[in-house]
């Protein structure tokens, strides 16, 4: 079983061990499933389904995660979205809400198209 290879943002990081991780874990956004390409010829409706995605929240080792230069800024509510949140499943679905409409108008302003292209290998 090997995983998808998904780009993701780090919003928070602990280096050292903290409660129950006792290794370095950062609390990460990223994209699960990228909004697809849309043509002139599509009409509103369509072209607003088609520019949905769907984002996912996690912690990760940071033995696992691999750096690049580049950097996306992405202001979430510190309240809302934190690694004691994303436990509760309820307050996890508001942070995911909440992250998804921040990555949405992240999309629809064009400007970091690279991080919303399926990654390539």
């Excluded at 769907?54 to 992405?74: A, E, G, I, Q, S």
Aim: with cysteine.
């Amino acid at each position: 079983y090997q995983r998808r290879v998904r780009e993701a943002v780090v919003s928070t990081q602990s280096t050292g061990g903290a409660g129950d991780r006792q290794y370095g874990h950062a609390l990460v956004v990223g994209i699960e499933r990228n909004p697809k390409p849309i043509t002139k010829s599509m009409g509103k409706k369509k072209q607003n389904k088609r520019n949905k995605l769907k984002p996912f929240v996690k912690v990760y080792n940071c033995n696992h995660l691999m750096p690049t230069r580049y950097v996306l800024d992405l202001p979430v509510d510190k309240e809302i979205f934190n690694k004691n949140a994303i436990k509760d499943p309820a307050q996890k679905r508001k942070a995911l809400a909440a992250v998804k409409t921040k990555l949405e108008e992240k999309y629809k302003t064009g400007k970091t198209r690279w991080f919303f292209q399926k990654l390539r290998i």
